[in-house]
């Protein structure tokens, strides 16, 4: 169309763009029927890199989240914000630093924008709290969009700039600006045809490590009434190691680990660092114990202000939650490694001893696993205490604290590279999305995809928008008796857990914040 969108947010006008709209495969009745007239069923608003809070860079760098300037006339709002200094051995977009710093930024796609009132899904990215962008076209909105939502996706400090525990800033720096586009959408959804008080927020790993934190902080109580968190993970770490990774941070940049001090150093050259201090997590394991173990040394702090504690303790006010995680979350770290299928049995002693609950731990995995190959041990360990465990008390917590929680497992294996890859972690996401066609989508379900993951992408998909819309995904709640999960596969059932071994193995042991040893 020639006359492209234009909004009024509370900071000034933006002007988006009208984009096709994509029909899913197979489409939810009520959604079809409600949206299929406007503006003929084809286009969707699309606006992208707005901001939600000032570039937190000279005065403002390392500091909580500063409101954005008011702005006259309009801004063009077409192009993804720039991507936040990336850290990591994938980082998202080229990786090569920009020195383009308005990084606060988010993009939102609306099948509606005049006064419909439609659910809202904000969508945090994963990346191992190091990297990712709100960009990446595995999150393309398009078919969740077509079928009825609001998509919002946020950029938001990573690494060091968004985690490091730093003398003299605030902790959690990425948690405060999760917040501030949270305030952002309730000022400003209405007029993008979103609802305020219908908002879902959610992510995937490192995303859905954030849902979890906002579930436990008061700051975004009231925020949003849904989450959803896929593969929750379980690094969160004390003060003490926290202050411990900052002061060799800063030894690597020649400098000491006050925001004054690193405030002087290009934040791409801080990020370049928490990459090359991730590379030797190894030499730091006699003291970091399974920080270096997990290879991400900037992880959430469990600071007792910002985060009060850790997520499966600290949520006391239950929400609507649908949560979940794949049956193989490991496979995809070991098979990128190039080690799955190769692990030692040394190795495998080694992940268990720091993963395993203690005392018994190793000793109940080599018993619930007779037979297993110590990749496989090392596998389930690894996928239990990094992903599944925590996405499991998670349902619980949730529970406990009076929400309704929803568990999924996915169970269909990715069929590329002859299957090795099996269930593994960010499967899911594509599936979610419909993103089918990304390139990341490509490389582990194929192109074209097989019939099943295109079956199960619409039933995960529609599970979204149902949820979203009603906070029902179409299958019974999560209770601590039946445990009643949904098993997404070919064939999908509702059944038991079925991850049981695992939660006999971990019954009774918190999940605590990694410490110095």
């Known amino acids: 169309m020639s006359e492209q969108p234009v909004i009024r947010t ?22 079809h029927e409600q949206h299929h007239e406007q503006r003929g069923g084809r286009e969707l608003a699309v606006f992208r890199g707005i901001r939600y809070a000032q570039p937190p860079v000279g005065a403002l760098r390392f500091a909580a989240p500063a409101v954005p300037e008011p702005w006259d006339g309009v801004r063009e ?91 003299g800033a605030p902790a959690n720096r990425a948690f405060l600006d999760q917040i501030a586009a949270l305030h952002w959408v309730r000022r400003n959804i209405a007029r993008f045809g979103g609802d305020p008080a219908r908002v879902t927020v959610a992510g995937q790993s490192a995303g859905a490590g954030s849902v979890a934190a906002l579930l436990a902080m008061d700051p975004a109580r009231g925020l949003f009434r849904r989450a959803v968190a896929h593969s929750v993970p379980g690094n969160h770490c004390t003060p003490a190691l926290a202050a411990e990774v900052t002061a060799e941070l800063a030894k690597l940049l020649g400098t000491v680990p006050t925001a004054a001090a690193l405030a002087e150093v290009h934040p791409w050259r801080l990020a370049s660092a928490v990459t090359e201090l991730n590379a030797a997590l190894p030499d730091h394991v006699a003291r970091w114990g399974r920080l270096a173990r997990s290879g991400i040394a900037t992880v959430p702090v469990v600071d007792g202000e910002i985060l009060p504690g850790s997520p499966w303790s600290a949520l006391t006010a239950g929400v609507d939650l649908l949560v979940g995680h794949t049956r193989d979350e490991f496979r995809l770290f070991s098979v990128l490694s190039g080690r799955h299928g190769g692990f030692t049995e040394e190795e495998a002693q080694r992940m268990l001893k720091a993963f395993a609950p203690t005392p018994g731990g190793p000793d109940a995995y080599r018993s619930a696993l007779p037979g297993a190959t110590p990749s496989e041990l090392l596998e389930a360990v690894g996928s239990d205490a990094l ?3 925590p996405s499991l008390r998670l349902a619980e917590a949730n529970a406990a604290a009076g929400g309704t929680s929803y568990l999924f497992e996915l ?22 999305f419909g993103s089918l066609d990304s390139p990341t989508a490509r490389q582990s379900l194929g192109d074209p995809p097989p019939p099943e993951a295109v079956r199960v992408s619409a039933e995960l998909r529609r599970a979204w928008v149902r949820f979203a819309t009603t906070g029902d995904p179409g299958w019974p709640a999560f209770d601590p008796d039946e445990q009643l999960t949904r098993v997404l596969d070919a064939r999908s059932e509702t059944v038991r857990y079925p991850e049981q071994a695992a939660r006999r193995i971990w019954a009774g042991h918190p999940l605590t914040a990694y410490d110095l040893h």
Do not use: K
Request: glycine share 14%.
């Open 10 to 31: 509370t900071e000034g006008l933006v002007r988006g763009r009208w984009e096709p709209r994509r029909e899913p495969e197979q489409h939810s009745e009520q959604h």
């Open 387 to 389: 992903f599944r465990v």
């Open 411 to 432: 169970a269909l294996p990715a069929p590329a590279l002859g299957g090795v890859l099996g269930a593994c972690h960010g499967l899911d996401v594509p599936l979610a």
């Open 77 to 167: 709002a077409v192009a993804f914000g720039p991507v936040v200094p990336q850290s990591g051995p994938m980082p998202a977009g080229s990786g090569e630093p920009s020195e383009d710093t308005d990084w606060l930024t988010l993009d939102v796609c609306t099948p509606d924008p005049g006064a419909a009132g439609l659910p809202v899904l904000v969508w945090i990215h994963g990346g191992g709290f190091m990297s990712g962008t709100a960009g990446d076209p595995l999150y393309d909105p398009t078919a969740l969009a077509s079928a009825g939502l609001v998509v919002v996706a946020v950029n938001y400090r990573v690494g060091a700039e968004g985690f490091a525990l730093l003398e």
